[in-house]
């Protein structure tokens, strides 16, 4: 069963057939999908205070149910040092259309990887992993499972992408936390599965991994219509 928070979030959304990325995240969240630590500031002054809070340099960007791709409309602004920055971008972000406060971050480094769900008329939802963030599209190097997966379809996805070397630690770069990554994917399937047929597709994009840890850094759901 939803829990009643999500439900709450889902109906809120329901008109406009998608979640935005704060809410995104909020349900994300509430199932066991660990996020970036977040807020969603409706004033400058409430941004400053958080990005004191967590520490600079900071990720911050627009939150607007007309924009689905931030980055196309100079949504997004990552490394802002402080608050003077961080007021500039506020102000600029502003300008953007249907403005409704930014989302301030923590910033995190690591691999960019996809995880995402379709839910297909066949087989119902399935599940993606994919490396590479944006140029995924690029290297097709992605792994199709249909949900739900169990701890042997993760390994046995994680086995089929070609970039495994990245995330085992390539050249003396460090591996990432694979545990982590596999406990995020059985969170998330377990999502979709309680989510149901009211979402057609998910986008976690990107999902951000290094050797401590995984988080979503950026999220979307699109609603069933
Ligand atoms: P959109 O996909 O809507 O354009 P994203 O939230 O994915 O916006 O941000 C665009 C890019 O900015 C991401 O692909 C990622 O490279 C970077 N980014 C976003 N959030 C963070 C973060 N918290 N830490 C580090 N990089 C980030
Ligand atoms: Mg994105």
């Not at 970036?36 to 400053?48: G, L, S, Y």
């Not at 979709?192 to 991994?209: F, H, K, Q, R, Y």
């Amino acid at each position: 069963m939803l829990n009643k928070e999500i439900r709450e979030i889902l109906s809120e959304c329901k008109e406009r057939g998608w979640v935005m990325e704060p809410q995104a995240k909020e349900i994300l969240r509430l199932s066991g999908v660990e996020t970036t630590e977040f807020i969603w500031a409706r004033d400058v002054q409430e941004a400053i205070r958080f990005a004191n809070q967590i520490g600079y340099p900071v990720v911050a960007k627009v939150v607007s149910p007309e924009v689905v791709h931030k980055s196309d409309v100079g949504g997004v602004a990552v490394g802002v040092s402080g608050d003077e920055k961080l007021a500039e971008v506020y102000t600029e972000m502003g300008k953007i259309k249907g403005f409704s406060g930014i989302i301030v971050e923590e910033m995190v480094r690591g691999i960019e990887l996809i995880v995402g769900m379709k839910l297909d008329q066949q087989f119902g939802p399935v599940v993606l992993l994919g490396v590479g963030g944006t140029a995924v599209e690029i290297y097709k190097d992605v792994a199709l499972r249909m949900a739900p997966i169990l701890e042997r379809d993760v390994d046995s996805m994680l086995k089929s992408i070609k970039a495994r070397p990245l995330l085992e630690g390539y050249r003396g770069s460090e591996p990432i936390n694979i545990e982590a990554l596999k406990k995020m994917l059985l969170a998330f399937s377990d999502m979709v599965m309680e989510l149901g047929a009211e979402v057609d597709s998910i986008d976690l994009n990107p999902v951000i991994c290094n050797a401590s840890g995984c988080v979503v850094t950026d999220a979307r759901m699109m609603l069933a219509k």
